[in-house]
């Protein structure tokens, strides 16, 4: 199966710090890469999602980058508050076909006071 | 509420038990899948459905069998399950498989199982 590769595992922010999540892809015809977010005891839910066509994308407080050339991309949430603890997927897919997501292996992020 | 309930959201059963995780969809979507979420594999796809159709089986044990009988429903059949079989199992749905503007994958809350 082809791999999506997320560092750190897990991440420890001080509250109002910039968390910063990567990952790294090998298929270069994945062409749709979204962030999960899941709360304990919830199942994920969409985040925020990007297309290779832009280079960043931003939602309130938290801003995907990727960089096609190296094949990665990235979450950042600025001014992490405690209630961003959660765990982190990165994803991606293809636009063709039906292949579904591919998830990264997750990012424990805990925002402490 | 994401549209996409499971039920049990606990379940312990014996490995010589024979039990079945049921998920229901409100979206409309005509895909479903099934994820088995442990510490070692975090999100590993199991069963993909498209229109009814099973599209997908990851090298999933014969010891769980899907079961989609229209687009709405999905059961996971249990039986002769091991221990290392416990996780949480997380049923999901999209419009379709694969990605269109939109597609966005819903997930349920997840039914925790423990096999003693």
């Known amino acids: 199966q082809q791999q999506v590769k997320q560092s750190p595992q897990s991440l420890i922010v001080q509250k109002g710090g910039i968390s910063i999540i990567n990952c790294a892809y090998e298929?270069?015809?994945?062409?749709?890469f979204p962030w999960y977010q899941q709360f304990p005891g919830k199942g994920p839910a969409l985040l925020i999602a990007?297309?290779?066509?832009?280079s960043e994308k931003k939602e309130g407080r938290f801003t995907i980058s990727f960089n096609k050339s190296a094949k990665q991309f990235s979450l950042h949430i600025m001014d992490s508050q405690p209630g961003d603890s959660a765990t982190y997927f990165c994803?991606?897919?293809?636009?063709?076909?039906?292949?579904?997501?591919?998830f990264g292996k997750g990012t424990r992020l805990s925002v402490i006071a | 509420e994401t549209g996409v309930t499971q039920t049990p959201r606990h379940l312990v059963m014996g490995m010589t038990n024979k039990k079945s995780l049921k998920c229901e969809q409100h979206?409309?979507?005509?895909?479903m899948y099934w994820y088995k979420q442990s510490a070692k594999k975090p999100l590993e796809l199991m069963f993909v459905?498209?229109?009814?159709?099973?599209?997908e089986n990851n090298s999933v044990p014969s010891r769980f069998s899907p079961e989609c009988p229209n687009s709405s429903h999905l059961f996971l059949h249990l039986h002769t399950l091991q221990p290392e079989d416990s996780a949480l199992y997380l049923c999901?749905?999209?419009?379709?498989?694969?990605?269109?503007?939109?597609?966005?994958?819903?997930f349920g809350e997840g039914s925790w199982l423990t096999v003693v």
């Open positions: 999901a749905s999209s419009a379709r498989t694969g990605p269109t503007s939109g597609n966005t994958i819903y």
């Open positions: 994803a991606a897919s293809m636009r063709s076909g039906n292949t579904p997501l591919v």
């Open positions: 298929n270069t015809a994945f062409d749709y």
């Open positions: 459905y498209n229109f009814k159709e099973q599209t």
């Open positions: 990007i297309r290779p066509d832009v």
């Open positions: 979206l409309g979507h005509n895909a």
